[in-house]
C-alpha cells in the first residue's frame, strides 16, 4: 500500500499564475479530504468527497480555489490566480466512508511569491 | 458547526514523565475522537482514537479518556521519551465519512 500520495511535494510560484495540486488516495478508499496547514490557523478543511462527489467546500475560501475528483484514483486542487495569501501546506487525505479516521498524505508545501 | 479547543498549545516535560492534553467539543452529535502526532515536516499520524461508547481506551503509553457529558476528552502520555516531541492534534466527528474538525494543536517538547 502506497499511502495517499500527493505531487507536488513543493512548489513555489509568482503571484498571479495559476497552481496544481494533485492528489491520489489509497486504492478502495472512497472519502477524499482536501487541508490547508498554516500556523496561523491551524489545519484547515478546504472540501471533502465522497463516491467522487463534493460534500462540503464551505471551507474554499474563494473563488480562486477549485477542486475536482474525476475518478476514484484521481483528485486536484487548482488555485487560481495564486496570492501570497495561499503560501502553506496542503494536505490530502482519504479513507473508507464507512470506516473511522484517515490517512495524510504527505502534502505540497506551496510558496506564492 | 463543530467547535474544538485544545489545551495548552504548548507543553514542555522532562523526560520520563507524563503529559497531558485536553480539548473539549460542542457538538454533542460527535461520536468519534481521533488524535493525530504531526513530527516537523511530516504528515499528522493517527496514533489513537475513541469513540463515544467508551470512556478510556489505552495503547501502551497513550491513552485518551473521554467525557461525554462534559463533552472534553484528553491525550495522556506517560513516561514520555525525547521522540514523543511533536505537534498532537485532536479532533472529533459526528462520524464515518464526516470531515474532522481539528484543534488548534499541541507542541510537545520532551526534555532529556
Known amino acids: 500500500d502506497a499511502g495517499v500520495i500527493q505531487s507536488p511535494r513543493h512548489e513555489v510560484t509568482e503571484m498571479g499564475q495559476e497552481v496544481t495540486l494533485r492528489c491520489k488516495p489509497i486504492?478502495?478508499?472512497?472519502?477524499l479530504f482536501w487541508y490547508r496547514q498554516t500556523m496561523m490557523r491551524g489545519l484547515e478543511l478546504l472540501i471533502y468527497?465522497?463516491?467522487?462527489?463534493?460534500?462540503?467546500d464551505s471551507g474554499m475560501p474563494e473563488d480562486r480555489f477549485s477542486a475536482k475528483m474525476p475518478n476514484a484514483s484521481f483528485s486536484t486542487l487548482k488555485i487560481q490566480p495564486s496570492e501570497p495569501r495561499d503560501s502553506a501546506v496542503y494536505f490530502c487525505a482519504s479513507s473508507l466512508t464507512e470506516a473511522y479516521g484517515y490517512t495524510f498524505g504527505s502534502g505540497t508545501r506551496l510558496t506564492v511569491v | 458547526g463543530e467547535n474544538v479547543e485544545q489545551h495548552p498549545s504548548t507543553l514542555s516535560v522532562q523526560e520520563g514523565d507524563s503529559a497531558v492534553i485536553k480539548c473539549t467539543y460542542s457538538?454533542?452529535?460527535?461520536?468519534?475522537f481521533p488524535w493525530y502526532k504531526q513530527e516537523l515536516g511530516k504528515r499528522p499520524q493517527l496514533i489513537i482514537d475513541?469513540?463515544?461508547?467508551?470512556g478510556e481506551k489505552k495503547d501502551q503509553r497513550i491513552a485518551v479518556t473521554l467525557n461525554k457529558t462534559a463533552k472534553h476528552f484528553s491525550l495522556h502520555i506517560t513516561e514520555t521519551q525525547p521522540e514523543d516531541s511533536a505537534v498532537y492534534f485532536c479532533?472529533?466527528?459526528?462520524?464515518?465519512?464526516?470531515?474532522?474538525?481539528f484543534g488548534t494543536g499541541t507542541s510537545l517538547t520532551v526534555i532529556p
Open positions: 479532533a472529533a466527528s459526528i462520524g464515518t465519512g464526516n470531515q474532522f474538525y
Open positions: 457538538d454533542s452529535a460527535s461520536n468519534y
Open positions: 468527497f465522497n463516491n467522487n462527489v463534493p460534500i462540503d
Open positions: 475513541i469513540r463515544s461508547n467508551v
Open positions: 486504492s478502495g478508499h472512497n472519502s
